[in-house]
Nanobody, 126 residues
Framework: QVQLVESGGGLVQAGGSLRLSCAAS????????MGWFRQAPGKEREFVAA????????YYVDSVKGRFSISRDNAKNTMFLQMDSLKPEDTAVYYC???????????????????WGQGTQVTVSS
């Protein structure tokens, strides 16, 4: 049974930082590309960042480039999202997801991912 468990969310002031983690089990973690998505109240789920199975390639939505950094530790079956210079518009539930597919054009779409976590709330106050 595949499980993806997010942690590290919370309440932070604008300009602050948070580090999200996604612990994976029940799958060969190093074979999967991983991604972060977020969903704010009343909005659709949107792509935030993705990382290739090896960690050699990463992709970001324009709104977080230069502020967020995605990484992974295949030895520990864990993925991370370092979020700096947070803004109120970053407030959302953040989800991690796993995809067996390859390629940037695919990994920005939620439909490319086979497994999802339950999400962790990130709230940025102004």
């Amino acid at each position: 049974q595949v499980q993806l468990v997010e942690s590290g969310g919370g309440l932070v002031q604008a300009g602050g930082s948070l580090r999200l983690s996604c612990a994976a089990s029940g799958l060969t973690f190093s074979s999967y590309a991983m991604g972060w998505f977020r969903q704010a109240p009343g909005k659709e789920r949107e792509f935030v960042a993705a990382i290739s199975w090896s960690g050699g390639d990463s992709y970001y939505v324009d709104s977080v480039k230069g502020r967020f950094s995605i990484s992974r530790d295949n030895a520990k079956n864990t993925m991370f999202l370092q979020m700096d210079s947070l803004k109120p518009e970053d407030t959302a539930v953040y989800y991690c997801a796993a995809s067996i597919l390859r390629g940037y054009s695919r990994l920005t779409s939620a439909s490319a991912y086979q497994f999802w976590g339950q999400g962790t709330q990130v709230t940025v106050s102004s």
